[in-house]
């Protein structure tokens, strides 16, 4: 084309505005971060964000569990706890008690919720431990009925509201109480 020549039609290819095409994307976005921004809400408002540790969350989540049913095969959840050491209930002499337990729990699932309220279970581990006597857990049966004991305190501790079934057991995530160290001294 020439200098001084006004451009025709055949010249001039058709292409839409530059900035109708930054709008639409502008649009596009904004769009896409309401998606987002709706989606983190409804997760947020679903109650996933809870866990941050506090109790109402974990007692919430211990009453909405339903029972289930392990599926044959299915390897059992395990929870190791610190050592736990304690001075036991006197019979006329100092006597200690070193402890270390695992939890078998009906589920992995079970386990956040166990871990959030740690500080009371482990509180409530140790009163018990302290008061009971060396010569009450010399015993295959004085060990059994401790770890019958514990595990019923743990799972009141992680619903207070739970009560003993008619064999004196408390139903709840903790299935058994495992000593994998237990030395009296």
């Given at each position: 084309m020439a200098k001084g020549t006004k451009p025709t039609d055949a010249d001039v290819v058709k292409t839409p505005h530059k900035g109708k095409k930054l709008l639409l994307i502008f649009i596009s976005l904004l769009l896409l971060l309401?998606?987002?921004?709706?989606?983190?809400?409804?997760?947020?408002?679903?109650?996933?964000?809870?866990?941050?540790?506090?109790e109402e969350y974990a007692e919430e989540t211990v009453k909405e569990k339903p029972a289930r049913k392990k599926e044959p095969g299915e390897l059992p959840a395990f929870v190791n706890l610190d050592t736990f050491t304690v001075n036991l209930a006197s019979e006329g002499g100092d006597q200690y008690l070193q402890v270390v337990l695992?939890?078998?729990?009906?589920?992995?699932?079970?386990?956040?919720?166990?871990?959030?309220?740690?500080p009371r279970i482990r509180n409530n581990i140790m009163l018990l431990l302290s008061s009971k006597k060396a010569s009450e857990l010399q015993s295959k049966e004085g060990k059994e009925e401790l770890a019958l004991a514990l595990r019923n305190e743990i799972n009141r501790a992680i619903d207070p509201a739970a009560r003993p079934d008619k064999k004196g057991i408390v139903d709840g995530p903790v299935e058994n109480v495992l000593f994998t160290s237990f030395i009296i001294q």
């Amino acid at each position: 084309m020439a200098k001084g020549t006004k451009p025709t039609d055949a010249d001039v290819v058709k292409t839409p505005h530059k900035g109708k095409k930054l709008l639409l994307i502008f649009i596009s976005l904004l769009l896409l971060l309401a998606l987002i921004g709706g989606a983190f809400a409804v997760w947020l408002f679903a109650g996933h964000a809870n866990a941050n540790g506090d109790e109402e969350y974990a007692e919430e989540t211990v009453k909405e569990k339903p029972a289930r049913k392990k599926e044959p095969g299915e390897l059992p959840a395990f929870v190791n706890l610190d050592t736990f050491t304690v001075n036991l209930a006197s019979e006329g002499g100092d006597q200690y008690l070193q402890v270390v337990l695992s939890l078998e729990l009906d589920d992995k699932a079970s386990e956040p919720m166990l871990k959030t309220l740690m500080p009371r279970i482990r509180n409530n581990i140790m009163l018990l431990l302290s008061s009971k006597k060396a010569s009450e857990l010399q015993s295959k049966e004085g060990k059994e009925e401790l770890a019958l004991a514990l595990r019923n305190e743990i799972n009141r501790a992680i619903d207070p509201a739970a009560r003993p079934d008619k064999k004196g057991i408390v139903d709840g995530p903790v299935e058994n109480v495992l000593f994998t160290s237990f030395i009296i001294q």
